[in-house]
């Protein structure tokens, strides 16, 4: 075998890069460099070559696009533009024996998209030695061979093309053979052995002779074969072929055993010189998996998977031989045709993900490329989405597509999408394939919080305990992560002046309103506050919602009696006709409760009385009557205790005591100085001297006012002056006028009251009712001033009659 390695000549001259540049009218370009040479050679500056912008081909993403899976055998250096070798370059690998040696693909760019076509053409350089199909040639020549005759030795192979491919050969030097080289159609070099002395099998019957293969490379590459010649009798005709050179066209995907073609070679001789056997006598590596050859009959079949994308052309040579070693050689040409076994394979060159959901229609995510490896219209693809997705996919450049939006996208809505994309060739069938993308949808802080509620209603009771919860309002985000996290807080206000966040707190992470402070129903019952809830996006979104809180009542209140009212250690009597008869009024019990509703539904309750059976009090009304009519047993001085209870739970209630004298004239009651209190101390006597000085001083006066007023009302006669005054409403406690439906004061009632001026002591009164069960003015007691001077001349406890007055009072509730 020749010589393979490299001279360190050669190595340097193979290291020389000869690059040629050329510009193609569509801002293709294209190179020429030898193969084999180092990764990371520089093939040429493309980036200048093409007008590109060296500082944005990174930005750009810039790259080198190869179709389906070969090798990327040049890459891009983005830092300068250079285009550089990234794989080792073989011409003989890719190209095989075809002249022109080209690897075609595209440089990309993005944004906008672009792309360029590169050819990049391989010189061969002389990395491969002649070889010979066989180590040993074995020749048998008959000894009846004449001079000149001639016996064609099978060529020997170079993987290398033009100048570096075989071209002579040197015979090593005998006594019976010359070389002569010659040029067969294909212009391939074979060599003869041409007899220039006749052989004597008697003399030599076998001899070897060394034949070398040169090629035209630099440096000089060799092979050798061994020619082993057998002398034998006659045999003077080779075997003949039918044609020079046979064609074929086989279809991809052809079953193993599928017959090519029939070879036909003949031979005149007769017997053993005539049988002619068949054999490949040049046939590529690649080619001897796919074929074989019927040595007897000369028939090639199909041996292995045949694949259009793998080769489309195979050339091998056919040596026919005959019983005694003359061949002859022929040219089979066999052609692939494609069909269509390739589907459509799609590529994702780029892809924005996710997508914010605020991009406009029409926005670039992606970028689709398609290729397939079949030829013709069985390469011709169409792209679609079939989904109802606002994504549609755009023609660009050649094979690639661009992947937009067609709508507005709503992460609230939809937040991922699987789109399928589709690829179909137009192949007879068609063949497709589809690839899913996912794309995930970013949020953006566009939903404010929304509150489940449109307002909120809390009740607490009053009187309740600081920092417990009132109730809790909650508001939910679309949005997502800190754009959908709600904070509450309480908007700024006033509550009966004071500031908002007094009366109530809110939890800022879970919306729990609370209570800062004790209520009291009886200072206001009910208020509203503004709670905000606004998320943590950038701006944030925030929306509002109103909380009435609506105080309820209890019962802390105890009832407040109005009339009698209590003054210290003084009583009030009031003076009942002896002629009263049954359920007539003689007194009424006034009471109010501050709190409300059923807590201020009063009720009246004799709790002790002198003579149970003679009165009784209204249950709800408070008004005291005769039960039967009074009689002459019946004692004198009646002295009543009335509670006055509410209907809260627990109830809580008031007493009073009511003094109560049965008489129709003063003068009968002597001992009605025995009803005043047992308090009373030695100072009474002085204070009763004053009051008598002081009455009598004006009492003329009183005389003269009173006949004038009875002069001029007569219809209305009074034992005394009828001054009528109404009880002030300063009288009232605070806040019973906001007892509004269920407060305690409802119908209206009017008094004549007779009382003494001075004391504070004691009192003494006679009652007036306009009600229809009030005893008639006539059956009223009728004295005249000077019999009450009489009577309380006598008592210690009523040194004189005062004036009266007339009060205005409300029944209670369910009179």
Not at 87 to 97: A, K, P, Q, S, T
Not at 403 to 427: C, F, K
Not at 771 to 797: I, Y
Request: charged content about 25%; proline content about 5%; glycine content about 6%.
């Amino acid at each position: 075998m020749g010589n393979k390695g490299f001279s360190p000549l050669g190595l340097l001259c193979g290291c020389v890069v000869f690059i040629q540049t050329l510009h193609l009218v569509y801002g293709d370009v294209t190179y020429s460099i030898q193969e084999e040479m180092k990764r990371g050679s520089v093939i040429g500056n493309i980036a200048k070559d093409l007008g590109l912008e060296v500082g944005r081909l990174s930005s750009r993403n810039a790259r080198i696009d190869i179709e389906g899976n070969r090798k990327q055998f040049c890459d891009i250096n983005t830092r300068n533009g250079d285009l550089v070798v990234a794989e080792r370059i073989d011409r003989e690998e890719l190209c095989g024996e075809k002249v022109s040696c080209i690897i075609r693909f595209e440089l990309v760019l993005e944004g906008p998209l672009e792309m360029h076509h590169v050819l990049l053409h391989i010189q061969d350089i002389n990395d491969n030695a002649p070889i010979f199909p066989k180590d040993l040639v074995r020749i048998e020549i008959s000894e009846s061979a004449v001079k000149g005759a001639r016996f064609p030795i099978n060529e020997a192979n170079d993987a290398d093309i033009n100048e570096n491919d075989v071209q002579s050969y040197k015979l090593e030097r005998n006594d019976n053979f010359d070389l002569k080289v010659n040029t067969n159609a294909d212009g391939g070099k074979y060599s003869e052995l041409i007899l220039y002395k006749e052989l004597d099998r008697e003399e030599k019957r076998e001899m070897s002779l060394l034949l070398t293969a040169l090629d035209g490379g630099s440096p000089q590459r060799s092979g050798t074969v061994v020619i082993q010649i057998t002398v034998l009798d006659a045999n003077d005709n080779a075997p003949v072929f039918s044609q020079a050179v046979y064609k074929a066209s086989l279809p991809e995907n052809s079953d193993v055993d599928t017959v090519v073609v029939r070879l036909s070679a003949t031979d005149v001789d007769e017997g053993l010189n005539g049988e002619v056997s068949y054999e490949f006598s040049r046939i590529s590596d690649l080619a001897a998996k796919l074929f074989a050859v019927n040595q007897k009959t000369g028939v090639i079949q199909v041996s292995g998977p045949i694949d259009f994308e793998e080769g489309t052309t195979y050339e091998m040579r056919i040596e026919a031989k005959d019983g005694y070693g003359l061949t002859s050689n022929a040219k089979v040409i066999i052609d692939i045709t494609d069909v269509n076994d390739n589907a459509p394979v799609i590529y994702l060159k780029s892809l924005t993900n996710p997508i914010p959901e605020n991009v406009s229609p029409g926005t670039e995510v992606g970028i689709i490329n398609v290729q397939d490896r079949d030829s013709e219209n069985n390469r011709q693809v169409r792209c679609s989405i079939q989904q109802n997705v606002p994504f549609k996919l755009v023609p660009s450049i050649k094979n690639y597509y661009s992947l937009v939006t067609t709508g507005q996208l709503d992460r609230e809505v939809v937040s991922d999408y699987n789109i399928t994309i589709t690829a179909t060739d137009e192949g007879s069938p068609p063949l497709s394939s589809s690839k899913t993308i996912q794309l995930s949808v970013a949020d953006v802080n566009d939903n404010p919080p929304v509150f489940e509620e449109q307002s909120y209603s809390a009740y607490v009771a009053e009187n309740n305990k600081p920092g417990s919860t009132l109730c809790s309002v909650t508001a939910r985000d679309q949005d997502w992560r800190q754009n959908g996290t709600v904070i509450y807080s309480l908007l700024p206000g006033e509550v009966n002046g004071a500031p908002v966040s007094s009366y109530l707190s809110v939890n800022g992470d879970t919306g729990v309103i609370h209570v800062v402070r004790s209520f009291d129903y009886e200072q206001f019952r009910t208020f509203k506050v503004h709670v905000m809830a606004r998320d943590n996006g950038s701006p944030p979104l925030s929306s509002n919602v109103t909380v009435s809180v609506f105080l309820t009542d209890l019962n802390d209140n105890s009832p407040q009696i109005l009339y009698p009212a209590p003054e210290g250690n003084s009583f009030m009597t009031e003076l009942v006709p002896k002629a009263a008869h049954g359920g007539s009024l003689v007194s009424k019990v006034i009471a109010v409760d501050a709190d409300s509703g059923q807590n201020a539904w009063l009720s009246y309750h004799i709790v002790k009385s002198t003579d149970p059976g003679l009165f009784t009090i209204g249950l709800h009304s408070g008004e005291i009557r005769t039960q039967r009519d009074i009689s002459e047993s019946d004692n004198m001085k009646q002295n009543l205790i009335v509670a006055v209870k509410d209907n809260g739970q627990p109830s809580l209630s008031a007493t009073c005591a009511m003094f109560l004298l049965i008489s129709d004239n003063l003068a009968e009651v002597p001992e009605l100085k025995d009803m005043s209190h047992d308090e009373r101390n030695s100072k009474l006597t002085s204070y009763l001297i004053i009051a008598l000085v002081s009455v009598s001083t004006f009492f003329l006066t009183f005389i003269i006012v009173i006949l004038g007023v009875r002069f001029c009302r007569r219809r209305k006669p009074r034992l005394l002056f009828d001054g009528a005054v109404a009880i002030p409403s300063a009288y009232l406690p605070p806040n019973y006028a906001e007892v509004d439906g269920t407060g305690t004061l409802r119908s209206t009632y009017n008094y004549d009251a007779y009382l003494t001026t001075g004391s504070r002591t004691s009192d003494f009164k006679f009652v007036r009712s306009y009600n229809d069960n009030t005893l008639p003015a006539d059956q009223t007691l009728r004295k005249s001033p000077t019999d009450f001077a009489d009577v309380f001349g006598d008592c210690d406890g009523f040194p004189e009659v005062g004036t009266s007055f007339r009060f205005q009072s409300a029944s209670p509730v369910g009179d």
